[in-house]
Each structure stands twice: as structure tokens, then as C-alpha cells.
């Protein structure tokens, strides 16, 4: 059986499951268990991940936690970072704590480093396990962001709207968007991130972004030649002249960093993983959950 890598952003999965199953709904009014443990998310997420083992049949899994938003590298060099987010639900909050519990009982592998967000834990992990192994490496997480680390061992699994689950590869990304996935953190700088709160270009949207580093490149590119663009890019020159430094700013604040101690010092017989049925059936029954779980 060939060697392959499930890398999950967790509070990814998590909080899209908690939102699915909150919408609408009172805090007060999310289904709990006995204990009093909320459990609308749990049972989701539990779901979803025996799912992926049994479709992916991984060898090694990487469960990678965010730190708390304000120790993380970027938020402490930029105060401003994320600084649009929200409070998370009290609800949200236990079930993570839960959730972690539950997989450090039936063995799932997860890891959260000092300073670092999921993303850079998974762009490390992706980029060792590539250059280490040459075996399949997939992403679950339909944060866009992470299309950079696409290449040819490593895929995403992304959901689409009306068909579910779909795998995303390097060579998809490439018919797309006419770019290599290196490129793409390019693109996400000159746009920005209203979720995240990075400026990017103002001005300088979905329309002109793409174009403007196919036909360039990179920033970089863009810069050196800003005096001199295609005339299609007129509208966009003074836009880009005065927007350079928030073009850099942003694109240091996207590039995920995969170059993470903690994660070269990782050995992979410490992510290895073989699934316990019975194991999770006990802890399924004890957090009352009500999942049958595939074989």
C-alpha cells in the first residue's frame, strides 16, 4: 500500500461544520449530550472525518490547529491582521476543545505550533512530505489560500456547491487559472482579504488581478515594468503606482510559510495512523453522538 498524506485544517472543518448546523438557530438551542456538551458540530465533523480515511486511505494524518489569534507571527508584526473577526460562539469554542480530546483518544495526529496558523503547518508538512516522499499529500480545506501548495503530489479537497467533495489538482488549478499555484499568492496580494483584513490593491480587482500576473508574472514583475504595462492595464497604472507598498505588505501577509521548525523536526512514524473501529465506536457512544460508522 503506497504512502499518503491527509492534511486537515481543523478549525476549517470544524467551524464550517458548527456554522451549517448553527444557522438560524439560538446558541441555547443547539443539541447537547447528557453531559451537557455541545454537539451539533461534533457529530459532523466526526462523520466527515471517517469519510475521508475511508476514501483516501491515509497512512499519515495531520490534524493542524491555529493558535490563538493574537500570538500568531503575523498579527504581532501587524495589529491590524484579522482584526475584523468576530468573537467565536462559547459553543464553538467547547466543541473544539471536545473534538481535540477525541482525537488524541482514537489516535488521529494533530499538532498546533507556537506562532504559527494551520495554513504554515500544512504548507511545511506538504512541502517535507514532497520532497521526502513523492507519494500523495491531500489537503482538506476550502480555504483558497492554500492553493499555492499545489503541485503534483499535492491536491486539495475542496467542496463544490451542488456536487460535494471534489479533488483539486495542481493540473486543475492550471486550466483554471492559467498560472502555476506559486503564482496564486501574486494574485491574493493584489486582491486582498476582506475576511482577513489584508488590504491588497485598492482599485485592482478580480478583473485586472489575474490578467495583470499572467501576463507579468509576480508582483515583482508587475512593479518593474508599472511604467510600461500593456495598455489594456491604463486604468490600473496609478492604482498599482500608489498601491505598491500595500501590494508588498499583502503579499507577506498571504505567502504561507512553510519553512517551520517544529515541523522539520516531525518524524513521520509520529503521524502515522491506522484506524481503530472499535475504539472510535466507544468514544462515539460516550459522546453520544448517534453515528454509524462505514466499515
Same mark, same amino acid.
Not at 57 to 76: G, L, M, S
Not at 118 to 145: C, E, H, M
Not at 186 to 199: Q, R, T
Given at each position: 500500500?503506497?504512502?499518503?498524506?491527509?492534511?486537515?485544517? =481543523?478549525?476549517?472543518?470544524?467551524?464550517?461544520?458548527?456554522?451549517?448546523?448553527?444557522?438560524?438557530?439560538?446558541?441555547?438551542?443547539?443539541?447537547?449530550?447528557?453531559?451537557?456538551?455541545?454537539?451539533?458540530?461534533?457529530?459532523?465533523?466526526?462523520?466527515?472525518?471517517? *469519510?475521508?480515511?475511508?476514501?483516501?486511505?491515509?497512512?499519515?494524518?495531520?490534524?493542524?490547529?491555529?493558535?490563538?489569534? *493574537?500570538?500568531?507571527?503575523?498579527?504581532?508584526?501587524?495589529?491590524?491582521?484579522?482584526?475584523?473577526? *468576530?468573537?467565536?460562539?462559547?459553543?464553538?469554542?467547547?466543541?473544539?476543545?471536545?473534538?481535540?480530546?477525541?482525537?488524541?483518544?482514537?489516535?488521529? &495526529?494533530?499538532?498546533?505550533?507556537?506562532?504559527?496558523?494551520?495554513?504554515?503547518?500544512?504548507?511545511?508538512?506538504?512541502?517535507?512530505?514532497?520532497?521526502?516522499?513523492?507519494? &500523495?499529500?491531500?489537503?482538506?480545506?476550502?480555504?483558497?489560500?492554500?492553493?499555492?501548495?499545489?503541485?503534483?503530489?499535492?491536491?486539495?479537497?475542496?467542496?463544490?456547491?451542488?456536487? =460535494?467533495?471534489?479533488?483539486?489538482?495542481?493540473?486543475?488549478?492550471?486550466?483554471?487559472?492559467?498560472?502555476?499555484?506559486?503564482?496564486?499568492?501574486?494574485?491574493?496580494?493584489?486582491?486582498?482579504?476582506?475576511?482577513?483584513?489584508?488590504? =491588497?490593491?485598492?482599485?485592482?480587482?478580480?478583473?485586472?488581478?489575474?490578467?495583470?500576473?499572467?501576463?507579468?508574472?509576480?508582483?515583482? =514583475?508587475?512593479?518593474?515594468?508599472? !511604467?510600461?504595462? !500593456?495598455?489594456?492595464?491604463?486604468?490600473?497604472?496609478?492604482?498599482?503606482?500608489?498601491?505598491?507598498?500595500?501590494?508588498?505588505?499583502?503579499?507577506?501577509?498571504?505567502?504561507?510559510?512553510?519553512?517551520?521548525?517544529?515541523?522539520?523536526?516531525?518524524?513521520?512514524?509520529?503521524?502515522?495512523?491506522?484506524?481503530?473501529?472499535?475504539?472510535?465506536?466507544?468514544?462515539?457512544?460516550?459522546?453520544?453522538?448517534?453515528?454509524?460508522?462505514?466499515?
Amino acid at each position: 500500500m503506497s504512502e499518503k498524506l491527509l492534511l486537515i485544517d =481543523g478549525f476549517n472543518l470544524l467551524s464550517r461544520c458548527y456554522f451549517a448546523t448553527s444557522y438560524g438557530r439560538e446558541e441555547a438551542d443547539l443539541p447537547r449530550n447528557s453531559k451537557g456538551l455541545f454537539t451539533n458540530a461534533l457529530r459532523v465533523v466526526v462523520q466527515k472525518m471517517n *469519510n475521508l480515511i475511508k476514501q483516501y486511505e491515509p497512512t499519515h494524518i495531520v490534524v493542524a490547529w491555529d493558535v490563538k489569534r *493574537n500570538e500568531t507571527k503575523r498579527k504581532q508584526a501587524y495589529s491590524f491582521y484579522k482584526e475584523t473577526r *468576530n468573537d467565536l460562539p462559547v459553543s464553538l469554542i467547547q466543541q473544539y476543545e471536545t473534538l481535540r480530546t477525541f482525537f488524541q483518544t482514537v489516535g488521529i &495526529p494533530q499538532l498546533s505550533v507556537e506562532l504559527y496558523e494551520a495554513d504554515d503547518v500544512i504548507g511545511a508538512f506538504s512541502l517535507k512530505w514532497t520532497k521526502q516522499k513523492q507519494s &500523495p499529500a491531500y489537503i482538506y480545506s476550502n480555504d483558497r489560500d492554500l492553493f499555492q501548495l499545489l503541485n503534483e503530489h499535492v491536491s486539495q479537497i475542496v467542496a463544490k456547491p451542488k456536487i =460535494g467533495d471534489v479533488l483539486y489538482t495542481a493540473t486543475d488549478f492550471k486550466s483554471e487559472y492559467g498560472i502555476s499555484p506559486t503564482q496564486w499568492v501574486d494574485v491574493k496580494a493584489l486582491l486582498g482579504d476582506k475576511s482577513d483584513n489584508i488590504p =491588497g490593491v485598492p482599485g485592482v480587482g478580480e478583473k485586472a488581478a489575474l490578467p495583470l500576473i499572467q501576463q507579468y508574472g509576480s508582483i515583482e =514583475g508587475i512593479y518593474a515594468q508599472v !511604467d510600461d504595462l !500593456d495598455v489594456t492595464f491604463n486604468r490600473y497604472k496609478k492604482k498599482l503606482k500608489s498601491g505598491q507598498e500595500l501590494a508588498e505588505l499583502s503579499l507577506e501577509l498571504v505567502k504561507i510559510d512553510t519553512d517551520i521548525e517544529a515541523v522539520n523536526l516531525t518524524e513521520w512514524p509520529q503521524l502515522k495512523f491506522e484506524r481503530n473501529l472499535s475504539l472510535w465506536e466507544v468514544e462515539i457512544n460516550r459522546l453520544e453522538l448517534n453515528i454509524m460508522l462505514q466499515t
